[in-house]
Nanobody
Framework: QVQLVESGGGSVQAGGSLRLSCAAS???????MAWFRQSAGTRREAVAT???????IYTAPVKGRFTISKDNSKNTLYLQMDSLKLEDTAMYYC?????????????????WGQGTQVTVSS
């Protein structure tokens, strides 16, 4: 069983930055990993993904502002979030999957963290 534990969420003013971390109980090099988010009344959506080779995908709302990375020596996934906007307010989840065909599809990921809240205010 893979365990994922997110940290780094909090409250920040619009335009500010936060860095989320996700500590994994497994070898991150073996997995596709991703950050998803869910705000009140909406479906969980992909934010950024990274495959075993370090190739990344960003969804349109965060492209150019967020950076996903991982440190396989520490089995930790990161999400650097810059130029935060009010609409970035959400619960952010870390996810891992062994076999991922559609990197942005929630169902492709087998393991999930408990989430960390990010709140952006004006």
């Amino acid at each position: 069983q893979v365990q994922l534990v997110e940290s780094g969420g909090g409250s920040v003013q619009a335009g500010g930055s936060l860095r989320l971390s996700c500590a994994a109980s497994t070898v991150t090099a073996r997995y596709f990993m991703a950050w998803f988010r869910q705000s009140a009344g909406t479906r969980r959506e992909a934010v950024a993904t990274i495959d075993r080779d370090g190739r990344t995908i960003y969804t349109a709302p965060v492209k150019g502002r967020f950076t996903i990375s991982k440190d396989n020596s520490k089995n930790t996934l990161y999400l650097q979030m810059d130029s935060l906007k009010l609409e970035d307010t959400a619960m952010y989840y870390c996810a891992a999957g062994m076999y991922v065909a559609d990197a942005e599809a929630e169902v492709e990921y087998n393991y999930w963290g408990q989430g960390t809240q990010v709140t952006v205010s004006s």
